[in-house]
């Protein structure tokens, strides 16, 4: 069978940067962190995969790696059948990347400026680029919004224009660094939704997605992988993760206590210790999310 | 399709740039400010320096003119290359474009491509006030051949730009190639007056400097008319360091990219 993505110790470590005393005293000594560490995974074509884990436990780095952004320390991988650090042109022509960072657009032009733009890089031009934009903000509803500026947009269209542009080369392999960071209860279940029926189940695409949400996890993903410390600790269906458990009715928390041998979610709280206030706080600066429509879904 | 991709690049840049309404009038109207001051340095020096500016045609005006117009693409290539990685990686855009099969060194060199539009506007617009307005005389100028001095000039500092952009990858700041050239080009490299005005030793300096024979070929054709077998000193010179700096400047950014990518600060700022 081919495979979409298939790694083989995968490895990324980072140089550390020295104080000022440090690098006195140890002028050569070398400080290095491994963000991941020997990830073998092979995810078939179609399958939308999951990897999860709480924040800092090298899942950016991993989905990085795979896009060519960062180069591997050791070991390999291969999208689409292209090596990740000999062929990565070819890697980034049949990928889509979806960020949940509204920074990562021209706030100044509007929705369709930005995927005209962004379609050029994908060498569609003119009337190709056009059709394309047209078909996507079609697809993501903001056909009537396509003229406004992206900074007038809210979070829930900010993130359907991320959708719009990573679909913009009709990619083979879909990544999508935590999609719903930043989206309300309502506005992320109905991206998942989105994900779900139109991307995975309609076109066909394969999909990696990372989530620190084991409820988004656990309703999306074919199979998931958990990961912490740079470490793939277990890859399988939730239902096949939870079932392997022996306590009676196990969740996913459960299966993440299990393998980790540290309690999920507690850890996320650590790292926003004030989800409410910094969730009103949010919305306070940007003004009340406006809601919309994509592919029949409301989001 | 790297010319659509370029007017995809301009496209963009032209509306961020109009976007900021205010900014963009006040950068035209400023414009002449510069320009009236160093017509009244001008009219203040008259004649006192006509000997080192015998060659350029005599008049300190139409020679400053030239230095400040055209010294501008140098500063455009210093500061437009390592200044776009630095706005993409602020604004969070970098990464976006970075993922898609367009290779990072055409977005580097596209970014950059609406500054040096910019500078060309603004050395028409100084020309044409220059010319029109304050009397410089242009009327023998031999326009083809300060076409060929403007491109090899282009050439050059583009790659001196992204040897400076390189840089800016790997340290993020604190770019050493840009300072060196900018603090050493306007007293060595003859935007304000001519090198003959330097001591011999100092002059030294000068002749390695690529904005020396930019300027002095941009006078000498502009103003005195010369031909292109006559500007063949300074063209000669601009082919050489364009043979040196253009494959160093893409070797080094190859290399900027590579290290960036391996230490993971790509789109660190």
Same mark, same amino acid.
């Not at chain 2, 160093?38 to 000997?51: D, P, R, T």
């Given at each position: 069978?081919?495979?979409?993505?298939?790694?083989?110790?995968?490895?990324?470590?980072?140089?550390?940067?020295?104080?000022?005393?440090?690098?006195?005293?140890?002028?050569?000594?070398?400080?290095?962190?491994?963000?991941?560490?020997?990830?073998?995974?092979?995810?078939?074509?179609?399958?939308?995969?999951?990897?999860?884990?709480?924040?800092?436990?090298?899942?950016?780095?991993?989905?990085?790696?795979?896009?060519?952004?960062?180069?591997?320390?050791?070991?390999?991988?291969?999208?689409?059948?292209?090596?990740?650090?000999?062929?990565?042109?070819?890697?980034?022509?049949?990928?889509?990347?979806?960020?949940?960072?509204?920074?990562?657009?021209?706030?100044?032009?509007?929705?369709?400026?930005?995927?005209?733009?962004?379609?050029?890089?994908?060498?569609?031009?003119?009337?190709?680029?056009?059709?394309?934009?047209?078909?996507?903000?079609?697809?993501?509803?903001?056909?009537?919004?396509?003229?406004?500026?992206?900074?007038?947009?809210?979070?829930?269209?900010?993130?359907?224009?991320?959708?719009?542009?990573?679909?913009?080369?009709?990619?083979?392999?879909?990544?999508?660094?935590?999609?719903?960071?930043?989206?309300?209860?309502?506005?992320?279940?109905?991206?998942?939704?989105? =994900?779900?029926?139109?991307?995975?189940?309609?076109?066909?695409?394969?999909?990696?997605?990372?989530?620190?949400?084991?409820?988004?996890?656990?309703?999306?993903?074919?199979?998931?992988?958990?990961?912490?410390?740079?470490?793939?600790?277990?890859?399988?269906?939730?239902?096949?993760?939870?079932?392997?458990?022996?306590?009676?009715?196990?969740?996913?928390?459960?299966?993440?206590?299990?393998?980790?041998?540290?309690?999920?979610?507690?850890?996320?709280?650590?790292?926003?210790?004030?989800?409410?206030?910094?969730?009103?706080?949010?919305?306070?600066?940007?003004?009340?999310?406006?809601?919309?429509?994509?592919?029949?879904?409301?989001? | 399709?790297?010319?659509?991709?370029?007017?995809?690049?301009?496209?963009?840049?032209?509306?961020?740039?109009?976007?900021?309404?205010?900014?963009?009038?006040?950068?035209?109207?400023?414009?002449?400010?510069?320009?009236?001051?160093?017509?009244?340095?001008?009219?203040?020096?008259?004649?006192?320096?006509?000997?080192?500016?015998?060659?350029?045609?005599?008049?300190?005006?139409?020679?400053?003119?030239?230095?400040?117009?055209?010294?501008?693409?140098?500063?455009?290539?210093?500061?437009?290359?390592?200044?776009?990685?630095?706005?993409?990686?602020?604004?969070?855009?970098?990464?976006?474009?970075?993922?898609?099969?367009?290779?990072?060194?055409?977005?580097?060199?596209?970014?950059?491509?609406?500054?040096?539009?910019?500078?060309?506007?603004?050395?028409?617009?100084?020309?044409?006030?220059?010319?029109?307005?304050?009397?410089?005389?242009?009327?023998?100028?031999?326009?083809?051949?300060?076409?060929?001095?403007?491109?090899?000039?282009? =050439?050059?500092?583009?790659? =001196?730009?992204?040897?400076?952009?390189?840089?800016?990858?790997?340290?993020?700041?604190?770019?050493?190639?840009?300072?060196?050239?900018?603090?050493?080009?306007?007293?060595?490299?003859?935007?304000?007056?001519?090198?003959?005005?330097?001591?011999?030793?100092?002059?030294? =300096?000068?002749?390695?400097?690529?904005?020396?024979?930019?300027?002095?070929?941009?006078?000498?054709?502009?103003?005195?008319?010369?031909?292109?077998?006559?500007?063949?000193?300074?063209?000669?010179?601009?082919?050489?360091?364009?043979?040196?700096?253009?494959?160093?400047?893409?070797?080094?950014?190859?290399?900027?990219?590579?290290?960036?990518?391996?230490?993971?600060?790509?789109?660190?700022?």
């Amino acid at each position: 069978m081919g495979y979409a993505i298939e790694t083989y110790d995968l490895t990324k470590k980072f140089a550390l940067q020295k104080g000022f005393t440090e690098f006195l005293m140890h002028p050569f000594g070398k400080n290095e962190i491994t963000a991941v560490k020997k990830v073998n995974i092979k995810i078939r074509k179609g399958e939308l995969f999951g990897v999860l884990g709480p924040n800092g436990a090298g899942k950016t780095t991993l989905i990085k790696l795979l896009c060519t952004l960062v180069l591997p320390t050791e070991g390999t991988a291969y999208v689409n059948g292209y090596n990740i650090a000999e062929d990565s042109g070819k890697v980034r022509e049949s990928i889509g990347f979806i960020t949940a960072d509204e920074r990562s657009f021209y706030w100044r032009l509007t929705g369709q400026q930005n995927l005209k733009f962004f379609a050029s890089l994908h060498n569609f031009y003119s009337f190709d680029a056009q059709k394309r934009v047209n078909e996507l903000l079609d697809i993501v509803g903001l056909k009537n919004r396509a003229d406004d500026r992206f900074l007038s947009y809210s979070a829930g269209m900010k993130q359907r224009m991320a959708i719009a542009r990573g679909l913009l080369n009709d990619p083979e392999v879909v990544f999508m660094d935590e999609p719903t960071k930043g989206l309300d209860p309502g506005a992320a279940q109905n991206l998942r939704g989105f =994900i779900k029926e139109r991307i995975v189940k309609e076109q066909g695409k394969t999909v990696f997605l990372s989530t620190h949400h084991l409820g988004e996890a656990e309703q999306l993903c074919d199979r998931i992988a958990i990961i912490d410390e740079g470490e793939i600790r277990v890859i399988g269906s939730p239902e096949e993760l939870k079932s392997e458990l022996t306590k009676p009715n196990s969740t996913l928390d459960d299966v993440f206590l299990h393998y980790t041998g540290k309690e999920f979610k507690e850890e996320v709280a650590q790292k926003h210790p004030y989800p409410e206030r910094r969730r009103m706080m949010r919305e306070g600066r940007r003004g009340v999310m406006r809601g919309g429509r994509i592919g029949g879904i409301r989001f | 399709m790297i010319y659509k991709k370029a007017v995809s690049f301009i496209k963009r840049d032209l509306i961020l740039a109009t976007s900021y309404k205010f900014e963009f009038f006040l950068r035209l109207f400023f414009m002449f400010f510069s320009i009236l001051t160093f017509y009244f340095v001008a009219k203040l020096i008259g004649g006192a320096g006509a000997q080192y500016l015998e060659p350029y045609g005599g008049d300190y005006f139409s020679f400053v003119l030239i230095g400040i117009a055209f010294s501008g693409y140098q500063m455009t290539a210093l500061r437009g290359f390592s200044e776009s990685i630095r706005d993409e990686q602020m604004m969070g855009t970098l990464e976006a474009m970075l993922v898609t099969p367009t290779n990072t060194s055409t977005i580097i060199t596209l970014s950059a491509l609406w500054s040096f539009i910019f500078t060309s506007f603004r050395v028409l617009v100084y020309l044409l006030i220059g010319v029109f307005l304050l009397g410089a005389d242009m009327s023998d100028a031999n326009l083809f051949a300060a076409m060929v001095i403007l491109v090899l000039t282009i =050439i050059c500092f583009s790659s =001196i730009g992204i040897i400076s952009a390189s840089f800016i990858m790997i340290l993020k700041r604190g770019d050493p190639i840009n300072m060196l050239f900018m603090s050493t080009s306007e007293l060595f490299g003859g935007v304000f007056f001519p090198i003959a005005v330097l001591p011999g030793w100092l002059q030294n =300096i000068s002749h390695i400097l690529p904005i020396t024979y930019s300027l002095s070929g941009m006078r000498h054709a502009l103003l005195q008319g010369y031909s292109l077998h006559a500007l063949a000193p300074d063209i000669i010179a601009l082919v050489a360091f364009s043979v040196v700096l253009v494959p160093l400047g893409l070797l080094a950014f190859k290399y900027a990219v590579k290290k960036a990518k391996v230490d993971g600060t790509l789109v660190q700022y």
